[in-house]
């Protein structure tokens, strides 16, 4: 029999969008499930509605995972609720509304769920949303357990002055030069890249700058069992059961 690797360090497991891979992406069904399966956190993209609610869905449209049609800012959060996030995987599941960040922390307040938010504020920059999800953390004590992230960096850099206190990571899909110094001079302690912009030498650079590494969307096997060997800080994963195995065998 092989010798297991050395592994001081375990991964932490991230559903992406809660468990997306079975269950119609960020809904509380989702996320429901993606605790069950027994995630250490959970990924989630949030934008602004009209009325300035922080509400949880992936794209500005609604047309790709409901059953409606527009832009979630041309929608109060009471208007969305009317559309089905179930209607991503059609006859599967009852009706599913698009949740508010509210009913998500209402979810998870008291477990020991990290919650990694996405500001989805790359195309819509949804002014001041920074500062109402930032309120909405203080609100339900969430403070130590959120690492904030966005492809948009200057969000990332508001966020850090708003609230020093809160982690935070710059999300990016490609070969980014010096990430590690980047991240260490920008004052975040995390990277989220994509999966296959990654090889050992980023890694170990990244490392020994001291900055932790989010990876998405790793739902490859045997690229769970990489990164979880090069111990990495999460892994982003559609399948947080098949994850947790992996990184448990390791461990
Ligand atoms: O936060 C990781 C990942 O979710 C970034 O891309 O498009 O799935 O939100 P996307
Ligand atoms: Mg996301």
């Known amino acids: 029999m092989m010798e297991k690797e050395a592994y001081t360090v375990m991964s932490k497991v991230f559903a992406h ?68 996030a179930g209607a991503i995987m059609p006859g599967r599941f009852a009706f599913e509304p698009i949740p508010t960040l509210e009913e998500y922390f209402t979810l998870v307040k008291d477990s020991s769920i990290v919650t990694n938010i996405e500001l989805k504020n790359g195309v819509f920059r949804y002014e001041g949303m920074e500062e109402k999800v930032i309120q909405m953390i203080h609100n339900y004590h969430l403070e130590d357990r959120i690492i904030f992230s966005s492809f948009n960096h200057e969000s990332i850099a508001l966020c850090r002055q708003l609230i020093p206190e809160i982690r935070c990571g710059f999300l990016y899909d490609c070969w980014l030069l010096h990430s590690g110094t980047y991240a260490k001079t920008n004052g975040v302690q995390y990277l989220h890249p994509s999966f296959y912009s990654l090889n050992d030498q980023v890694i170990e650079e990244v490392h020994r700058e001291g900055i932790g590494l989010n990876v998405w969307t790793v739902n490859n096997e045997s690229v769970m069992r990489y990164l979880a060997q090069k111990q990495v800080h999460g892994l982003i994963t559609n399948y947080p059961d098949l994850c947790r195995r992996i990184v448990d065998s390791l461990a």
């Open 17 to 84: 969008r809660g468990f997306s891979g079975q269950y119609p992406e960020n809904t509380l069904l989702a996320f429901r499930k993606a605790i069950e399966a027994g995630c250490d956190g959970i990924e989630l993209d949030v934008h602004l509605s009209k009325d300035g609610i922080p509400v949880v869905i992936h794209d500005e449209r609604i047309d790709r995972t409901t059953d409606g049609t527009g832009e979630i800012r041309n929608y109060t959060a009471e208007e969305l609720r009317r559309f089905d």
